[in-house]
């Protein structure tokens, strides 16, 4: 029985955890961080699920790494 394709690409991940009042201390540390850095960063927050969130445009303001909304696939 074959299981899923896997890639044999391996890559750092970064999770990091924040409440909804974490905005200021997320884009102290990405600021800080340079373009190149050599991982993906996973910011998990609690949000409002009434309002859309503005994440990817207030933290890329404040940093050089792309930012972007998670989507599956």
Known sequence: MNGPARSET???IV???ASAGGVSALTQLLSQLP???GAIIVIVQHVDPRHRSLMPQVIGRQTRLPVAHAEEG
């Open 15 to 17: 999770a990091i955890a």
């Open 10 to 12: 391996a890559f750092d």
């Open 35 to 37: 373009g190149g850095f």
